[in-house]
């Protein structure tokens, strides 16, 4: 299924929740690396190195199976998609076992 940024908080992104999914983005990291298997992924590139999102409904924290190239601008991924409601730091969407897509 391949998903909008548009569908973030949408019923139609909730039902998504456990299957694999598609979505393209640009990375974003607490530190400036250019490789990371851990990171988030918004729908605009950030501002400057470690600014992150203030809101967390529109941005997806990203499990990679193996550290990505963040340098080549936006990224496309595949993941199994999460819901998550019991964050601590209040994150609800995650892209897990994430892979770059051609």
Not at 17 to 31: Q, S, Y
Not at 62 to 89: N, P, Q
Request: some cysteine; aromatic content about 6%; hydrophobic content about 40%.
């Amino acid at each position: 299924m391949r998903l909008s940024w548009h569908d973030l908080g949408t019923p139609r992104v909730d039902r998504a929740h456990g299957k694999k999914v598609e979505i393209t983005g640009w990375p974003t990291t607490a530190l400036p690396v250019r490789r990371a298997d851990y990171f988030l992924l918004t729908a605009e590139p950030s501002c400057c190195a470690g600014c992150v999102p203030g809101n967390r409904l529109a941005a997806i924290e990203v499990f990679a199976d193996e550290e990505l190239d963040l340098g080549a601008g936006a990224l496309r991924l595949s993941g199994t998609l999460h819901i998550v409601t019991d964050d601590a730091d209040g994150w609800r969407y995650q892209l897990r076992g994430a892979r770059r897509r051609a």
